[in-house]
């Protein structure tokens, strides 16, 4: 039995396994490429040179990330965000958590329940 068959037989048999399996191989993949994102971007906050990965966000430089995130399918996001990047793309910037608020707050980037502060 070749092993493509095997796994169509195997993935019937067994859905939650595989769907595990496929969560975790997802998560993987997305982890390594927000990694090259951050490689990319130059892996420090643009305003303050904080560079722990752990609270590194891309940021769209003009806004509009949520609009972008909501209009796509979010699994692929960081898939379609280095896409982008690697095609010569100036859109996104790497900020720290908080000076990414402090960017939202500033521009008024945000919706706080139906009414903008």
């Avoid at 993935?11 to 399996?21: G, S």
């Avoid at 303050?48 to 003009?62: E, M």
């Avoid at 972008?68 to 280095?82: E, F, G, H, M, P």
Wanted: contains cysteine.
């Amino acid at each position: 039995m070749k092993k493509l068959e095997w796994q169509r037989q195997n993935r019937k048999l067994h859905p939650e396994k595989w769907r595990k399996y496929d969560t975790d191989c997802k998560r993987r993949a997305n982890h390594r490429r927000r990694m090259k994102i951050i490689e990319l971007l130059g892996g420090k906050c643009v305003r303050c040179g904080f560079i722990d990965w752990r609270a590194l966000q891309i940021d769209h430089v003009n806004g509009n990330g949520q609009k972008d995130i909501r209009a796509q399918n979010s699994i692929l996001y960081y898939k379609r965000v280095l896409r982008r990047i690697l095609e010569g793309s100036k859109d996104y910037q790497l900020l720290c958590a908080n000076c990414n608020w402090i960017k939202r707050y500033e521009k008024r980037e945000y919706v706080y329940g139906k009414k903008e502060i």
